[in-house]
């Protein structure tokens, strides 16, 4: 019996170790929306964007706003979801909204740190964009404008990401209204380009190496992947198209590091062995994600 899933004391420890993450990534996210992100009025993405609009048209700094907006969004999620909603999105949401309020006390920003916008702009973008993905690997959101797209899929046939994404584009527009045609332009930049850094954090913290390996003696290279790296592989056996003789494949998934360790292993021990090495990012099983 694995007794690692059932040990009260692991499962502390796995608790334990999933809210030191969370904490942390929820702090990088604090960093990049407060002191990038605020003092340029970059109005893009969700919550914080809508925040800053806000903290322009009334004397309401954009922490408070954040701050009132994410418990009022909780609450709402919590009447309408809930059990469903989720105490690590309930963590992260109150955390940041807390930790950026307690930094407009403890730190004012009356200025952008440098007087490089564009500088600032891709600290805006990355850092939160990394903290979304290591979030989102655990299974745990920032709250905000994801509770809003929980309740819509419940109750609701409405387009998620249509709308909204439309509601982001709505903040966009009313950047250039509310401060002037550069912010605009800024904050439209960092809307498109969000997504695509969400999207490709994720797909690099999960990159795994997918082996196919076409051999004579697959002995060999199975063994140094049970053995020295801790992996499994799959065989089976098939025959070469132009020699008609027997060959046998292994299929095996590795972490990067692995992976360079198999692929020089291979080099030197059997340099005739034949391989195609491929990217994957969605790899569900024993060992990988989504597994239980």
């Given at each position: 019996?694995?007794?690692?899933?059932h040990s009260p004391k692991q499962r502390l420890l796995h608790v334990l170790a999933d809210y030191m993450i969370l904490?942390?990534?929820?702090?990088?996210?604090?960093?990049?929306?407060?002191?990038?992100?605020f003092p340029n009025n970059f109005s893009f993405g969700g919550v914080s964007g809508f925040s800053i609009v806000l903290?322009?048209?009334?004397?309401?700094?954009?922490?408070?706003?954040?701050?009132?907006?994410?418990?009022?969004?909780?609450?709402?999620?919590?009447?309408?979801?809930?059990?469903?909603?989720?105490?690590?999105?309930?963590?992260?949401?109150?955390?940041?909204?807390?930790?950026?309020?307690?930094?407009?006390?403890?730190?004012?920003?009356?200025?952008?740190?440098?007087?490089?916008?564009?500088?600032?702009?891709?600290?805006?973008?990355?850092?939160?964009?990394?903290?979304?993905?290591?979030?989102?690997?655990?299974?745990?959101?920032?709250?905000?404008?994801?509770?809003?797209a929980m309740i819509l899929r419940k109750y609701t046939s409405i387009h998620i990401g249509t709308s909204l994404f439309?509601?982001?584009?709505?903040?966009?527009?009313?950047?250039?209204?509310?401060?002037?045609?550069?912010?605009?332009?800024?904050?439209?930049?960092?809307?498109?380009?969000?997504?695509?850094?969400?999207?490709?954090?994720?797909?690099?913290?999960?990159?795994?190496?997918?082996?196919?390996?076409?051999?004579?003696?697959?002995?060999?290279?199975?063994?140094?992947?049970?053995?020295?790296?801790?992996?499994?592989?799959?065989?089976?056996?098939?025959?070469?198209?132009?020699?008609?003789?027997?060959?046998?494949?292994?299929?095996?998934?590795?972490?990067?590091?692995?992976?360079?360790?198999?692929?020089?292993?291979?080099?030197?021990?059997?340099?005739?062995?034949?391989?195609?090495?491929?990217?994957?990012?969605?790899?569900?099983?024993?060992?990988?994600?989504?597994?239980?």
């Open positions: 019996m694995d007794t690692t899933i904490t942390c990534a929820t702090l990088l996210m604090v960093v990049g929306i407060y002191f990038f992100k903290g322009k048209l009334t004397p309401i700094s954009p922490g408070t706003w954040t701050l009132y907006i994410n418990m009022g969004l909780l609450l709402v999620g919590f009447l309408l979801l809930g059990r469903s909603f989720g105490m690590r999105t309930t963590y992260v949401s109150v955390l940041m909204s807390v930790s950026i309020s307690a930094l407009e006390r403890w730190a004012p920003m009356t200025a952008p740190l440098t007087n490089q916008p564009m500088l600032e702009l891709l600290f805006a973008i990355g850092l939160p964009a990394v903290s979304s993905a290591i979030l989102f690997n655990i299974g745990a959101s920032s709250g905000g404008t994801d509770i809003v439309l509601v982001d584009l709505g903040m966009v527009v009313s950047a250039a209204f509310v401060f002037d045609v550069q912010t605009g332009l800024f904050s439209l930049v960092g809307l498109l380009a969000k997504s695509l850094a969400v999207d490709n954090v994720i797909e690099s913290i999960n990159l795994c190496k997918y082996f196919t390996i076409i051999c004579d003696d697959p002995k060999p290279i199975c063994d140094y992947i049970i053995h020295t790296l801790n992996r499994s592989a799959t065989t089976f056996h098939a025959e070469g198209t132009y020699s008609h003789s027997d060959k046998v494949i292994v299929l095996t998934v590795m972490r990067r590091n692995q992976a360079v360790q198999l692929r020089n292993f291979i080099r030197m021990h059997s340099p005739g062995t034949f391989m195609m090495i491929t990217n994957s990012s969605e790899i569900i099983g024993k060992g990988f994600r989504g597994f239980n």
